[in-house]
Antibody, heavy 121, light 110 residues
Framework: QVQVVQSGAEVKIPGASVKVSCRAP????????VTWVRQAPGQGLESMGW????????YYPQKFQGRVTMTTDTSTSTAYMELTGLGSDDTAVYYC??????????????WGQGTMVTVSS | QSALTQPASVSGSPGQSITISCTGT?????????VAWYQHHPGKAPKLLIY???NRPSGISDRFSGSKSGNTASLTISGLQADDEADYYC??????????FGTGTKVTVL
């Protein structure tokens, strides 16, 4: 059973950046696409974009364009999501997930445990 | 890119069947057979229930089934159980090469 492990909780001040990591020990996690999803307190799931496991291309919604960067390190099979210019509305649990099922690997089949990011002065 | 529309809440008694709808447009739900459904218990990671409209991953009960007609996808839970009480989200691939989630539905088992 593949398990995905994310980095620990973060507390940041407004304007700072955060970088969250995601890996699956013993599994070539980054051979698949990886997506990042967040959930703010009391809110629903929100897609932040994804990175292709085939060629490393990234796809970000307009809302996050210019603020988010998704990368992978194939040598350690680790995926990263960096979000800059943090504001209080970025306080959320951030999840990574493997895009491993479906005709075009479009379904998020294995999820990390989530990383709580708190933005507060 | 707007979230897909789901009912805020659906409830049912143990053993009953319930259906959750997920309405989008022809640039997402209606344009592709890449609709997925996720179950989310608070404090836990979301769990994939259905992918590509109607397929179940290994280990998912056949009490969960999915379908689609036009711009609306549906998740049916039959034989409702207490552990089915959770939040449910649909997701679809879009014409922008992105994914969009639904607004989420809270399922209550009476």
């Amino acid at each position: 059973q593949v398990q995905v492990v994310q980095s620990g909780a973060e507390v940041k001040i407004p304007g700072a950046s955060v970088k969250v990591s995601c890996r699956a020990p013993g599994h070539t996690f980054t051979n698949y696409g990886v997506t990042w999803v967040r959930q703010a307190p009391g809110q629903g799931l929100e897609s932040m974009g994804w990175i292709s496991g085939y060629n490393g291309d990234t796809y970000y919604p307009q809302k996050f364009q210019g603020r988010v960067t998704m990368t992978t390190d194939t040598s350690t099979s680790t995926a990263y999501m960096e979000l800059t210019g943090l504001g209080s509305d970025d306080t959320a649990v951030y999840y990574c997930a493997r895009m491993g099922l479906g005709v075009t690997h479009d379904a998020f089949d294995i999820w990390g445990q989530g990383t709580m990011v708190t933005v507060s002065s | 890119q707007s979230a897909l529309t789901q009912p805020a809440s659906v409830s049912g008694s143990p053993g009953q069947s319930i259906t959750i709808s997920c309405t989008g447009t022809n640039t997402d739900v209606g344009g592709y057979d890449y609709v997925a459904w996720y179950q989310h218990h608070p404090g836990k990671a979301p769990k994939l229930l259905i992918y590509d409209v109607s397929n179940r991953p290994s280990g998912i009960s056949d009490r969960f089934s999915g379908s689609k007609s036009g711009n609306t996808a549906s998740l049916t839970i039959s034989g409702l159980q207490a552990d089915d009480e959770a939040d449910y989200y649909c997701s679809s691939y879009t014409s922008f090469s992105l994914y969009v989630f639904g607004t989420g539905t809270k399922v209550t088992v009476l």
